[in-house]
T-cell receptor, first 114, second 113 residues
Framework: EAQVTQNPRYLITVTGKKLTVTCSQN?????MSWYRQDPGLGLRQIYY???????DKGDVPEGYKVSRKEKRNFPLILESPSPNQTSLYFC?????????????FGPGTRLTVT | GNSVTQMEGPVTLSEEAFLTINCTYT??????LFWYVQYPGEGLQLLLK?????DKGSNKGFEATYRKETTSFHLEKGSVQVSDSAVYFC????????????FGQGTELSVKP
């Protein structure tokens, strides 16, 4: 089954404790992206990757890191989480870049930073 | 810059009622337009899309027409069901900005039996 998986689905942590949210897709997609969803703001892009070893900032990259060492995986790293990073996070992938391709979303990771 | 504005929710309808969710956009180029749906506890799924002016996207009884003259992409369904209860997101993607989706704030739809 074609899918995007994220882990963990729920995470409660404390300020400053490094964490990683994993994302994996099995569709051989080139393009992967991370979004955060906040009430009243819709989804905003954090980082994206056009292919292995190619990553770039989205609209809200502060406080986040990413890496793309393999085509299927695109982890999101919070080196020192803060309460304003409490949010619902989605990983997405698509066949390629450009505006024409459907993006497939993972189920989401709900992060709470206290 | 590019942006998307949706009508505010929540929208509450009775089963079999007509649905319209308004969406307007601002874009400097020639964007593709999308409607994504998010069912409770799940990620977003593509509902329909249109890639050029006057295109009509349709799926599962939902329709939306890309109107360049009014910069709109309103979502419509003739007869909603309880199973349509979800959050609906209008989005655009500009080829010149890679694969980034720019989302509206989402509109929650609740359909009562």
């Amino acid at each position: 089954e074609a899918q995007v998986t994220q882990n963990p689905r729920y995470l409660i942590t404390v300020t400053g404790k490094k964490l990683t949210v994993t994302c994996s897709q099995n569709m051989n997609h080139e393009y992967m992206s991370w979004y955060r969803q906040d009430p009243g703001l819709g989804l905003r892009q954090i980082y994206y990757s056009m292919n292995v070893e190619v990553t770039d900032k989205g609209d809200v990259p502060e406080g986040y890191k990413v890496s793309r060492k393999e085509k299927r995986n695109f982890p999101l790293i919070l080196e020192s989480p803060s309460p304003n990073q409490t949010s619902l996070y989605f990983c997405a992938s698509s066949l390629s870049t450009g505006g024409l391709y459907e993006q497939y979303f993972g189920p989401g990771t709900r992060l709470t930073v206290t | 810059g590019n942006s998307v504005t949706q009508m505010e929710g929540p929208v509450t309808l009775s089963e079999e009622a007509f649905l319209t969710i308004n969406c307007t956009y601002t874009a400097t180029g020639y964007p593709s337009l999308f409607w994504y749906v998010q069912y409770p506890g799940e990620g977003l799924q593509l509902l329909l899309k249109a890639t050029k002016a006057d295109d009509k996207g349709s799926n599962k009884g939902f329709e939306a027409t890309y109107r360049k003259e009014t910069t709109s992409f309103h979502l419509e369904k003739g007869s909603v069901q309880v199973s349509d209860s979800a959050v609906y997101f209008c989005a655009l993607s500009d080829y010149n900005q890679g694969g980034k989706l720019i989302f509206g704030q989402g509109t929650e739809l609740s359909v009562k039996p």
